[in-house]
């Protein structure tokens, strides 16, 4: 119910109109209507709270494994990709429905985009006895990686792990790691890194990380390099 306060001004609600009083001045509002959720609309605030919540911890995990530059708003970027590759939307969590491969190609640096600076492709080949072998073309920085400017050297980094992002504690299982340091106009030969995967189930990812290493500081982070997803499977 509205009262009446200094001024004869009113505070308060008379039917569905609120009367606020900010910084000397009444405004009269409408009360916003009450939203119903029916049985759909639950299920859907429970699923995406879930994949909220896995998505925090499976980037926790990834941050505390790996080296990432990010922007500012790549967690809700990542949060959705991570809905798709969990299936949000299956009746059960579970590795038989996951499509961890929605991961693939995601943009952690939205300032310096993957897609628009590494100008190459990595093949993955899953081999008998739980083997992969990845091959990695010729690189040279300033042609197949195209570096913001004043770029002094270069170092990819390729990360393979094994996750399960339906259990309730998300921890990676490192698997193996590549590193290639660049120079500018020095082409590095073409490389195949090679791995055998664990016998656990998961999902099986390899991260793509470039930072790059300039002639003057300072330089702002999110010019520092990118990261992507370069594969993902369930194993």
Same mark, same amino acid.
């Given at each position: ?43 859907? =605030?429970? #699923?995406? *709270? ?5 998505? !925090?911890?499976? $980037?926790? &995990?990834?941050? +505390? ?72 073309? =010729?690189? #040279?920085? *300033? ?5 913001? !400017?004043?770029? $002094?050297? &270069?170092?990819? +980094? ?78």
């Amino acid at each position: 119910m509205a009262k009446p306060i200094q001024n004869g001004t009113l505070n308060g609600a008379i039917g569905n109109i609120v009367f606020v009083n900010r910084g000397g001045y009444t405004y009269a509002r409408t009360k916003p209507a009450k939203i119903k959720q029916n049985a759909s609309t639950k299920a859907a =605030a429970s #699923t995406f *709270g879930w994949v909220s919540q896995q998505d !925090k911890k499976f $980037r926790f &995990a990834l941050a +505390q494994g790996y080296t990432l530059i990010t922007d500012s708003y790549y967690a809700a970027r990542h949060r959705a990709s991570m809905a798709k590759a969990l299936n949000a939307n299956a009746t059960t969590a579970s590795l038989t429905v996951n499509m961890p491969q929605a991961l693939e190609g995601f943009e952690f640096n939205s300032q310096v985009p993957w897609a628009k600076t590494c100008h190459f492709y990595v093949e993955f080949t899953q081999g008998s006895n739980n083997t992969v072998e990845c091959r990695i073309p =010729a690189l #040279t920085l *300033g042609q197949n990686i195209k570096p913001p !400017k004043a770029v $002094r050297s &270069a170092n990819l +980094q390729l990360h393979a792990f094994m996750v399960d992002p339906n259990k309730p504690d998300i921890d990676l299982t490192p698997i193996s790691s590549h590193e290639l340091s660049l120079q500018p106009l020095k082409t590095v030969p073409e490389a195949l890194w090679g791995f055998n995967t664990p016998s656990e189930t998961g999902w099986l990812v390899v991260l793509g990380t470039i930072t790059f290493e300039f002639r003057q500081a300072p330089v702002a982070t999110t010019l520092r390099g990118c990261s992507t997803y370069l594969f993902a499977k369930v194993l």
